[in-house]
């Protein structure tokens, strides 16, 4: 007796494992790319001081290196969770800053308060300190759409605004690069519904046996 083996349940496991193996491959190559952002990163660890890209503020190859920046008066404040230079826990406080009549503006991290309701009097001024993005306000369902907005860079000042501890800097280590294991992830997803499918056929054709 022959094996027949159902087209419409094939094809239809035959795309799912092709599209998981694309998706796995398409991890890796994410991976090499995040592997190469980390090491043009961590070389700008050691460039020197450099002003902040007003043209172009969400320009990622400026990310962790020590940029400069005029202040020239404070439009908004955010506060959000954050860790001091000491390692103390607190609340950073982010400034929102305005560098012209016109453009993005400037977003500096002045600080760390320990306490919530920590305040400063900070107004602007010159500023200096490591880059990287800005708080990440946009809705999950944005990220996922990709309808969010490019995430400008943002200076961690050297010196905090007066009442606050200075924020811990910002290090390419703490950059996540999970892309491989997420490639592995997928891999074995295809794997395991091909066994699975396998096991389903074979019970078919050991039903058809008894029935045959």
């Known amino acids: 007796m022959s094996r027949r083996v ?5 094809v239809l496991v035959g795309l799912a494992v092709a599209v998981m193996i694309a998706l796995g491959i398409w991890q890796i190559g994410r991976a090499h790319q995040k592997e190469a952002a980390l090491d043009a990163w961590r070389a700008n660890l050691h460039l020197p001081l450099t002003a902040y890209p007003r043209q172009n503020p969400t320009d990622q190859s400026y990310m962790f290196r020590r940029l400069a920046a005029q202040c020239l008066r404070v439009v908004d404040w955010q506060v959000i969770g954050g860790r001091a230079r000491s390692g103390e826990t607190g609340w950073r406080h982010i400034a929102y800053c305005a560098t012209g009549a016109e453009g993005p503006g400037l977003v500096v991290d002045m600080g760390v308060s320990v306490r919530p309701d920590g305040k400063t009097d900070w107004q602007g001024g010159p500023v200096t300190g490591r880059a990287t993005h800005e708080p990440d306000n946009s809705s999950l369902m944005a990220r996922v759409q990709g309808k969010a907005s490019p995430l400008r860079l943002m200076i961690v000042a ?14 390419p280590s703490s950059v996540p690069n999970n892309h491989r294991s997420y490639a592995v992830q997928w891999f074995l997803f295809a794997t395991i519904a091909l066994v699975i499918y396998a096991l389903a056929l074979r019970k078919r054709w050991r039903g058809e046996a008894r029935e045959g």
Request: net charge negative.
């Open 158 to 171: 050297d010196e905090p605004a007066p009442g606050l501890l200075a924020s811990a800097p910002p290090d």
């Open 6 to 10: 159902p087209l419409v349940p094939t």
